[in-house]
């Protein structure tokens, strides 16, 4: 039922307390930035007493009817305090076809009636489901709700008396209870405060105005005026002010059983699909709120936008598009689904993978007297398999007598060695997921990976603890350092309290395990999460592809794949050097890794294996000795070159030099000992065929180097290198976007790395897809120009880059000369300004090599490289130097880059 607009300036008469009881509803007075008048409309409804009140909603229903289009599905949007149906203008903007969109200001707020007595939470729900009726939403088709602050409360109550309607729901920053061991929002205790309320939410607009404020970016001034025009007065804020006191933080509050009872009920959502878009930097419903809302539905995806804040939407306005995305495809329609709506595309059936071995995620008793883990330095320590698996059961016990349990996210700080390897599969013993984001991110992205993950408890050293703490990582913390007691004193609480872990075959295949963290060498760092069942695929496959097994020992240099040695039955041991700085290995100390434990196997990245091969003149004969025992040496991360490979067979004249392709979404992928290869025309850099169980597809590239949708295996074909394997990643850990980008077609894992695939099914690997170049010609590849570059004389190393705007880029070309100066020497050098240009016989050679159009060939003393690995180029950073260069930056800007650049993280020869 509608009634025509009243002028929301109609007179006004006062209730208690300065209450607008008789100011009549109505629709905006003024054109507000980004909202159609048309959409505005008034509803007559009763409310929870049954007494008529006049809402202001914002309705598209009726222009689909004026246009005859069918309603296939309506979304309810329900706002918070203090915002109004304005907040969904954007939601409005954007609805696909046959959506019909409400946005309802609740009774109190916007431009709907003010009553004469506040409204309490249960009022609320009674009162939009009689609004609801009214507008025909029930029985009369699918319903999604969105909703946010603490619209969640009053929308999810409704939802739970419609679970047959429901097709979904989506939440931003809400919340349904208080988070045990936390204080309530700071903001909202002190608005909250008796002597405060009235003066903050209601005498003056400050609560208003403070609101959206919290935005990042901060809002246009018009867009901050539209919020607050329906909230002008005192009276018209009286229900802001109702809505803060009826914030049931004490037990005996009014609306206290309301809220707990749409706490508890959310289980009766398990099957209804759900959304959480969250923008974690709110003070009011921040990361501690996500977390609560994911424990009581862990079926939810999850788009966490870093930096946001309370109106995610407004602060990341693409939010609203990953809405509509998500929302198409749980209607059946758009692109992910395979469905026939509009936006449908097709999706390569998915053949099933073959039958691939499993490993149990826990200590192998095989060879219970031999020893599984050696820790090298000073006060070599090691523990046999029998002790490892005992210590690893009462430490689980421990941990669950501090309160660890089931599904809980633990961060795990601590460096490798027996403390590690014992933390880690205790926690997998109890049930419990292992966060690991390692030093080598950088002590800022390290935090702020820690964060996204949300973990419940944070065990590790003492410094790690401090920078827990210092970036405002959650979680309950336990400290444990090397060495320590801190370990024994939790397994002897183990062994005292005895608490009941889960039964082995309990824990199910598809539970979480772990939450690992990508290098972030392309982007901020991303959480992958591992299932239990995919963890113990992934051990297999490195087991059955090496043919590791039973007597084997290995020296990880890499130290998150000296975790799995207990799995497999074999001993471990970390060599003496920073694992966060890979180029720290030694010659000797690898050789002491070796002798320690009689290793057959070393897996290092290619910075270590350089430095390897840097220091071997410092060996004795001994450890020379040492060094011929390893029969398999593995070696990932960033592409080897050749001569550094037979440079290590030198050194260990008796191993295969395997370089597996993969990444922390999937490995192994491929492996090829390159040694073996013989010449080839085919453009990068050859990584050998797929590991028994995984497929290796490639997504062409147009013309404007864009991955197309459909799917091949032809060879010779340039494009986006798809996976797929019973060990690829589960999904990306909240960042439901990239998963859904990442997850096309349906199965497979999009690997943001470009190839091809050769005429025997073995895949060359042509850099990443980010660092294409699109230049006036077509997409050049930087692997493939590099492999061409890389013998020539006087060429130590050599990386290149794209510098213009996309679409007519510029091929630029950075030499590593072998001949080098230092950073002043090589920028100052030449009499007439920085010598950063090739001389024109190096450049001549790089031209005539290349077989592509090179537009400058510049020199630098060292190469730009990622922090992980040490290996990998930053081809953002050296494209940005290049830029200046060529642009003609200041000297002094560029003396700037060196300096921020200077090894030791840096790949040079």
């Not at 959480?527 to 995919?534: C, I, K, Q, S």
């Not at 894992?749 to 099914?761: A, F, I, M």
Request: glycine share 12%; with cysteine; charged share 20%.
């Amino acid at each position: 039922m509608t009634e025509p607009s009243t002028p929301p300036l109609a007179q006004r008469v006062h209730g208690p307390a300065g209450r607008a009881v008789t100011d009549p509803p109505g629709l905006p007075g003024r054109e507000l930035p980004g909202l159609d008048p048309a959409w505005s409309r008034v509803v007559v409804a009763p409310d929870a007493e049954g007494t008529p009140r006049h809402w202001h909603v914002l309705d598209t229903g009726p222009l689909l009817h004026e246009r005859g289009e069918q309603v296939v599905a309506t979304l309810l949007c329900v706002h918070g305090n203090p915002t109004w149906s304005y907040l969904w203008r954007e939601v409005l903007t954007q609805a696909p076809p046959g959506w019909r969109v409400v946005a309802v200001d609740q009774l109190g707020m916007g431009w709907s009636e003010r009553t004469a007595e506040p409204r309490t939470l249960p009022q609320r729900v009674d009162d939009l489901d009689a609004l609801a009726a009214t507008l025909g939403l029930h029985g009369a088709g699918p319903v999604a709700l969105l909703a946010h602050d603490w619209g969640g409360p009053v929308g999810l109550g409704w939802a739970l008396r419609h679970v047959p309607d429901l097709l979904a729901v989506v939440l931003t920053n809400t919340a349904v209870h208080q988070p045990a061991g936390s204080a309530p929002p700071a903001v909202i205790r002190l608005a909250r405060a008796p002597g405060l309320l009235a003066q903050v939410c209601r005498r003056t607009p400050l609560f208003v105005r403070a609101t959206t404020a919290l935005s990042v970016p901060p809002l246009p001034r018009r867009v901050r005026a539209a919020y607050a025009a329906p909230y002008a007065t005192p009276g018209r804020r009286a229900a802001v002010a109702d809505f803060v006191a009826d914030i049931p933080f004490e037990d005996d509050h009014p609306s206290r059983a309301a809220l707990d009872a749409v706490a508890d009920g959310l289980g009766a959502l398990a099957d209804v699909p759900a959304l959480l878009v969250w923008g974690p930097r709110d003070p009011v419903f921040g990361q501690r709120y996500l977390d609560d809302m994911l424990r009581r539905l862990p079926h939810a995806d999850v788009q966490r936008y870093p930096g946001a804040s309370h109106l995610v939407l407004e602060d990341r306005p693409q939010g609203v598009g990953v809405v509509w995305r998500w929302l198409e495809q749980r209607l059946g329609r758009g692109p992910g689904t395979g469905g026939d709506g509009p936006g449908a595309r097709r999706v390569v059936p998915e053949d099933p993978v073959g039958d691939v071995a499993r490993v149990p995620v826990r200590v192998d008793v095989t060879r219970p007297d031999q020893v599984a883990v050696v820790e090298m330095g000073a006060g070599r320590r090691s523990v046999t398999f029998a002790e490892l698996a005992a210590r690893v059961e009462d430490v689980a016990r421990g941990l669950a007598a501090r309160g660890v349990r089931t599904g809980d996210r633990v961060a795990v700080l601590v460096p490798p060695g027996i403390e590690l390897t014992t933390l880690v599969y205790a926690l997998w013993r109890l049930g419990a997921v292992v966060v690991v984001a390692d030093a080598g991110l950088g002590l800022g992205r390290l935090g702020t990976a820690l964060r996204s993950a949300g973990p419940r408890h944070v065990v590790g050293i003492g410094t790690a603890l401090a920078l827990a703490a210092a970036t405002r990582v959650p979680g309950q913390r336990l400290r444990v350092e090397p060495g320590g007691a801190e370990l024994d004193a939790l397994a002897d609480e183990g062994r005292t309290a005895y608490p009941d872990l889960p039964e082995e075959g309990a824990l199910g295949g598809d539970a979480d395990g772990a939450v690992l963290f990508t290098s972030g060498a392309t982007g901020p760092p991303k959480g992958v999460v591992y299932t239990r069942e995919r963890l113990g695929a992934q051990v297999a496959l490195l087991r059955d592809t090496f043919g590791l097994g039973l007597g084997d020992a290995l020296v990880a240099a890499f130290a998150p794949f000296a975790l799995y040695g207990p799995a497999l039955g074999l001993t471990g041991v970390v060599p003496d050097m920073d694992v966060t700085a890979p180029h720290t290995l030694t010659a000797a100390a690898l050789a002491d890794a070796v002798d320690a434990v009689g290793a057959t196997a070393v897996f290092a990245a290619p910075a270590a294996l350089r430095n390897v091969v840097a220091t071997a003149g410092e060996l004795d004969g001994h450890r020379r000795t040492v060094l011929a025992g390893p029969r398999l040496v593995l070696s990932a991360g960033a592409p080897v070159p050749v001569a550094l490979l037979r440079q290590v067979q030198e050194l260990l004249p008796a191993a295969r030099t395997h370089t597996p392709y993969g990444m922390t979404e999937a490995l192994p992928v491929t492996t090829l000992d390159p040694t073996t290869l013989g010449p080839a025309d085919d453009a990068g850099v050859c990584v050998g065929g797929p590991v028994p169980g995984v497929t290796v597809g490639i997504v062409p590239l147009d013309a404007d180097g864009t991955p197309a949708e459909d799917l091949v295996t032809d060879s010779g074909v340039l494009g986006e290198i798809v996976v797929r394997g019973p060990h690829v990643k589960h999904r990306y850990d909240r960042l439901w976007t990239f998963q859904e980008a990442s997850d096309r077609p349906r199965g497979w894992h999009r690997t943001g790395d470009v190839g091809h695939l050769d005429g025997q099914g073995r895949l060359w690997v042509e850099g990443r897809l980010a660092h294409v170049l699109s230049t006036p010609a077509g997409p050049v590849t930087p692997y493939a120009v590099e492999e061409r570059l890389r013998d020539l004389p006087g060429v130590a190393d050599v990386a290149v880059v794209g510098v213009g705007p996309t679409g007519t880029q510029q091929v630029v070309v950075v030499v590593v000369p072998t001949r080098r100066g230092g950073p002043l020497a090589r920028l100052t050098g030449a009499p007439r300004g920085p010598r950063v240009l090739a001389p024109a016989e190096l450049s001549d050679a790089v031209r005539a090599a290349a077989a592509v159009p090179v537009a400058a060939v510049l020199l630098r003393d060292w190469l730009p490289v990622d922090v992980r690995h040490a290996s990998k180029v930053d081809r953002g950073e050296l494209a940005r130097w290049a830029a200046g260069v060529l642009h003609g930056r200041p000297l002094r800007e560029r003396l700037a880059d060196v300096v921020r650049d200077r090894p030791p993280r840096t790949r040079s020869r």
